[in-house]
């Protein structure tokens, strides 16, 4: 395989561009004026002549946009995923997901969702389907720290918020329950993103743009000299590739066993789905904003699906992406009935409309896990996103892409990312395989 280096990555980008250009001039040259509507499929880019083929693992948060912005960098990509894009048991999965900027003092990550909304609001344009709703976000009894750091960085970083007591929530929406709240940070620009919708979304318009996507997953196969050589499928079968990206979620211990076991802890969410009254939108987006950890857990306001509650549980339970049954548990609806309760008390007594099991997947210290892997210089993983991974796909598929093609190395993400920044759970040492 050819070992590319970053000469080599930005002669291909010259390449890839200076065609792309050439092709548009010629168009502009030769297309008589108004004869056709502007194409509504996305232009697929040219193929790099010195990049080699880029195999990614999972069509979720990290590997769809990873996929994407690879293949907009003209990278000949496959993008497999055991179960499709938007499948039940994707952490990625579900209906919703929230998108904000409050991460008490990690300014990088205020930073990362800040760029990241920029991208979604693109994405949906391009994409031409409703994905984004700004209802806003706000984070009832924040500790006095964190309350304290998002102001600092909010500031910083020229992001909107207001604090609030609990007297001016209950003001301003009197529909909810603020009763021994004793302040609130908020975000008025934050909301909800289509979760499952955006990864089907994501996924066929990389296809529409020259990708290649299957339903299938594969592991490590044969190596030489420090590099992968091939990979193997789930039915025995190989598949030659330059590269490979395991960005598979809860399913990257299962991928690289030796390797992330320990550094990956799957867990189990459980969510509801609340009914609001016939013709009462109380608790609608437009109406409503999301709660932020408001003691007992969190919640969606009502995009088209129900109220989105996801309680906090007595305790922390693993789960098998691929063996567990997705039924959620008695327990858990009486914490989620709590919640409601307390926060939406127009919604006690309303049925819930439909559930889910969803998985987490978590590093040790909640940071991401984007490296190479320490034996074989041309597979990467992606992954670790500790319940803040999706709202950041746009951009994360960005900077992984940027790394990949040499375009550009934060030091300070691909320090927080490195696998040398993570210890194993229970503190054991990092495996090797």
Known sequence: MENVNRRTVLTWLGTATAAAASASTTLAQTKPAQTKPAQTKPAAPAIGRNLPDITVLGAGAFGVWTALCLRERGANVTLLDS???????????????????????????????????????????????RLIFVNGVLGPNVRQSEFEAQQRIYKKLDIPFETLSA?????????????GDT????????????????LIAATEVFVQKGGTYKIGMATLGASAGGKMTSLKLADGATMSTGMAIFACGPWLPTALPNLLNNFIRRTRSEIFYVGSPPGDLSYHWERFPNILFGGGGYALSDVDY???????????????????????????????????????????GQPVVASRVCNLENSDNEHFIIDTHPELANVWIAGGGSGHGFKMGPKTGEYIADRICATADPVEEKALFALSSHKAFGGGPLLRG
């Open 83 to 129: 179960y499709g894009a938007g499948n039940a048991r994707q952490a990625s999965g579900d209906e919703t997901r929230m998108i904000r900027c409050a991460y008490g003092d990690r300014e990088i990550y205020s930073r990362w969702a800040k760029e990241a909304f920029a991208l979604w609001h693109q994405r949906q344009a391009e994409f031409k389907r």
């Open 167 to 179: 007297d001016e929530c209950k003001k301003r929406w009197p529909q909810g329950g603020f009763e």
């Open 183 to 198: 302040n609130a940070f908020y975000e008025p620009n934050a909301g909800t993103v289509k979760a499952r919708e955006a």
């Open 306 to 348: 129900g109220y989105k509650v996801a309680p906090s549980g007595p305790g922390t339970l693993t789960i098998d992406p691929d063996r567990d049954e997705r039924i959620v548990s008695p327990i858990m609806w009486e914490m989620a009935r709590r919640f409601v309760a307390h926060r939406t008390p127009g919604l006690v």
